[in-house]
């Protein structure tokens, strides 16, 4: 105890004059006790002397001892320290605290004010990595719309003047999907206004992130997506044509395709959008990859064939014979290909002998 209250002293001593900041901030993480208002001293000084680096050691140091402060505290301390850093486009606290959320964690200590302002921090961040994606993900858990708004914010950003190597959205989820999935219908309705706001690329960040949380759709999802559909708002069909287009033509879009393809006149340019999605791809391999991809999507379009719907039907035919000219077009430069490869391998056989003799 005696030891303990003289390493408290000198520490006080040292804070006072402002000297070793953070040394003594990092200390606190790993203190055999935890002092609350010595923290909140320590914290102080690290704000008016401007050191970030004192201020994210003493955000590991809130988030690491949350169950030993008042959550009241514990969400001020940790909001002045973010309020700090994102003056001044610093959002490393989310690399501090990543690895450390969860039901008890420093985040469930904030309102939905504060929970707003720590989004805000995080707009400006290039990109929503698996740390920064593990503290939005537990902030959905509890304030799901703050999230979806955070992200249209970063939308935005990106339409307008994003930062350099800016990524609004992130290419897959993991932690985040599962918190953000059952709220269909309010991603979709704010997705829309993303679309209304930019749809020249709406379909690489506001359709790529309905697709990160909904890489199968799920029955929600495709009912709040037919309802858009259904609305016969010309806007509404772009809409939904653009989120189809990152799935890659898969096989469950077929549906949803037909009641477009019903629902618009014949030489609408929408058809030709929604050929790009039902013939979409994605990666494919082995010399005649394409060709097998094509066939695919040739068998499923054929079942069209029988739609009570003669505008449904009219489009198979068109796209089955667009398909049958791709078709052929990629089997025979995939037999070219190989043909040229056989060649140049015979040829370095010819030459590796001649050099052999």
Same mark, same amino acid.
């Given at each position: ?22 040394? *003594? ?10 002092? =609350? ?27 690491? +001892? ?9 969400? &001020?301390?940790?909001?002045?320290a973010i309020a700090f850093l994102a003056a001044r486009n610093d959002s490393r606290w989310a690399d501090v605290i990543g ?7 420093? #985040? ?14 995080? *707009? ?38 994003? =930062? ?12 985040l999907q599962k918190a953000l999935s059952p709220y269909a219908r309010e991603l979709v309705s704010a997705a829309r206004v ?50 189809? +287009? ?13 009641? *477009? ?51 449904? &039907? ?25 043909? #040229?490869?056989? #060649? ?14």
């Amino acid at each position: 105890e005696a030891r303990h209250d003289a390493v408290v002293c000198r520490l006080q001593k040292w804070l006072g004059a402002g000297k070793y900041v953070p040394q *003594i901030a990092r200390h606190l993480r790993f203190a055999t006790k935890f002092d =609350p208002a010595f923290a909140e001293t320590v914290l102080q000084v690290a704000l008016k002397q401007e050191d970030k680096v004192a201020v994210l050691y003493l955000v590991e140091a809130i988030a690491t +001892r949350r169950g030993e402060i008042d959550a009241a505290l514990a969400g &001020r301390l940790f909001m002045s320290a973010i309020a700090f850093l994102a003056a001044r486009n610093d959002s490393r606290w989310a690399d501090v605290i990543g690895h450390q959320t969860g039901k008890d964690g420093i #985040l469930s200590a904030l309102s939905a004010d504060q929970v707003g302002i720590a989004l805000d921090s995080l *707009i400006h961040r290039k990109e929503i990595d698996f740390h920064a994606e593990a503290v939005v993900a537990e902030i959905a858990e509890r304030h799901p719309l703050a999230v979806i708004d955070f992200f249209g914010k970063r939308v935005r950003l990106a339409s307008d003047n994003p =930062p350099q190597d800016y990524s609004a959205v992130p290419f897959s989820l993991d932690a985040l999907q599962k918190a953000l999935s059952p709220y269909a219908r309010e991603l979709v309705s704010a997705a829309r206004v993303w679309f209304d706001d930019d749809d020249v690329f709406f379909s690489y960040r506001g359709g790529q992130l309905l697709k990160s949380v909904f890489p199968r759709w799920s029955p929600e999802f495709e009912q709040a997506l037919r309802e858009e559909v259904r609305s016969g708002d010309t806007a509404g069909l772009q809409f939904v044509t653009q989120i189809m +287009r990152t799935y890659e033509g898969q096989s469950f879009l077929h549906d949803l395709c037909k009641e *477009i393809v019903a629902a618009v006149g014949p030489g609408d340019p929408l058809l030709g959008e929604i050929g790009i999605v039902l013939e979409s791809t994605g990666m494919v391999s082995g010399p005649f990859g394409y060709v097998e991809a094509y066939e695919e999507r040739k068998a499923l379009i054929e079942t069209w064939r029988t739609d009570p719907r003669e505008r449904v &039907r009219l489009f198979a035919e068109r796209h089955i014979h667009e398909l049958e000219q791709m078709i052929g077009a990629e089997q025979r430069r995939s037999e070219q290909e190989l043909e #040229l490869r056989k #060649l140049e391998f015979d040829r370095s056989d010819v030459e590796g002998e001649d050099k052999d003799g």
